[in-house]
Nanobody, 120 residues
């Protein structure tokens, strides 16, 4: 599985962005989003199962971020609204056969990151 994250950019506080993670190869995996801010450890954000019927969110983004996927396009999304300066980070996507591995940041496959910068 190869993963390609995109959609990052610079946005003002309170603004919105939508990230995409395009998958190629074997694509019916559970997937998730993560982020890493400068000087901080990588943080789990959200996970979605292969059917799109099960979602899980970190408390830090619950109510502001929405994970989704379009299996016809082999793409997962992260819709982010009400962005805060503390959301500034490099955002990564990952895939794995097990939902629990995604939540535990033990995904077997990882994409390169996309930078999100939220200005105050």
């Amino acid at each position: 599985v190869q993963l390609q994250a995109s959609g990052g950019g610079v946005v003002q506080a309170g603004g919105s962005l939508r990230l995409s993670c395009a998958a190629s190869g074997r694509t019916f995996y559970d997937m998730g989003w993560f982020r890493q801010a400068p000087g901080k450890e990588r943080e789990y954000i959200a996970a979605i199962d292969s059917s799109g019927g099960r979602e899980n969110y970190a408390d830090s983004v619950k109510g502001r971020f929405t994970i989704s996927r379009d299996n016809a396009k082999n793409t997962m999304y992260l819709q982010m609204v009400s962005l805060k300066p503390e959301d500034t980070a490099v955002y990564y996507c990952a895939a794995d056969r097990l939902f629990s591995n995604i939540v535990a940041q033990r995904g077997a496959y990882w994409g390169q990151g996309t930078q999100v910068t939220v200005s105050s």
